[in-house]
């Protein structure tokens, strides 16, 4: 139940500050530091699960409150989600040596930041240019729509018209989401501690 409990609160949580960075039009998505917390706190696969729901689910209130039609292509997008907390899960598993020192803990985070970059901007570039055509249709939410209707007046092509938008972006958004859902994972550490320090001091209370 903790573990079901954990993966839905990760999610409303990524859904709330990516509805807000677009509500505010912030330059980054704010969709994933939930989903990296649970990564690096439970695993790879509440992280694939939390990943894989927010997108739909995203999708679903974006169109609700914009009145736009809802469009199955865009869910497709989880699979940017779902790279990105494969990467998180990849370089953090062995918490020993993530965890070794402070500064091991900065290079390893920033690996992540770097591929997980490299993972999310392409994957969803490939998407725009050899699936999206399939569709004919999306929400058209995307902040790189108008951006890569320029690249291609430029005759840049049409997966580099869709990559070069992204690249920035999608790094900023990665250097905030990593670190910050490092930092919730490190509050739910340190609130498995206290609960333990307080358990073991009522044990130790009850033998007295």
Do not use: H
């Not at 905030?176 to 333990?196: E, M, P, S």
Request: a neutral charge; one cysteine or more.
């Amino acid at each position: 139940m903790k573990n079901i409990l954990f993966c839905v609160i990760a999610i409303l949580g990524d859904l709330f500050t990516s509805f807000m960075a677009y509500k505010l039009q912030l330059p980054c998505f704010l969709d994933t530091e939930f989903a990296v917390a649970i990564t690096l706190y439970m695993g790879l696969i509440p992280g694939l699960i939390v990943a894989a729901s927010f997108n739909p689910l995203m999708i679903v209130l974006l169109c609700r409150y914009t009145g736009t039609p809802f469009s199955f292509y865009d869910c497709l997008y989880a699979i940017c989600g779902m790279l990105i907390v494969f990467v998180t899960w990849l370089f953090s598993r062995n918490k020993r040596e993530f965890l070794y020192s402070r500064i091991m803990t900065v290079l390893y985070l920033l690996i992540i930041v770097v591929v997980s970059s490299v993972f999310s901007f392409t994957s969803a570039s490939l998407l725009d240019t050899f699936v999206l055509p399939l569709f004919q249709t999306s929400t058209g939410f995307s902040a790189f729509d108008n951006f890569s209707e320029v690249m291609r007046q430029l005759k840049m092509g049409t997966f580099f018209s869709y990559l070069v938008p992204r690249i920035p972006l999608t790094v900023n958004d990665r250097l905030i989401c990593t670190f910050a859902g490092f930092g919730l994972y490190r509050l739910l550490v340190k609130l498995d501690d206290f609960q333990f320090a307080k358990f073991r001091q009522t044990n130790i209370t009850a033998e007295e």
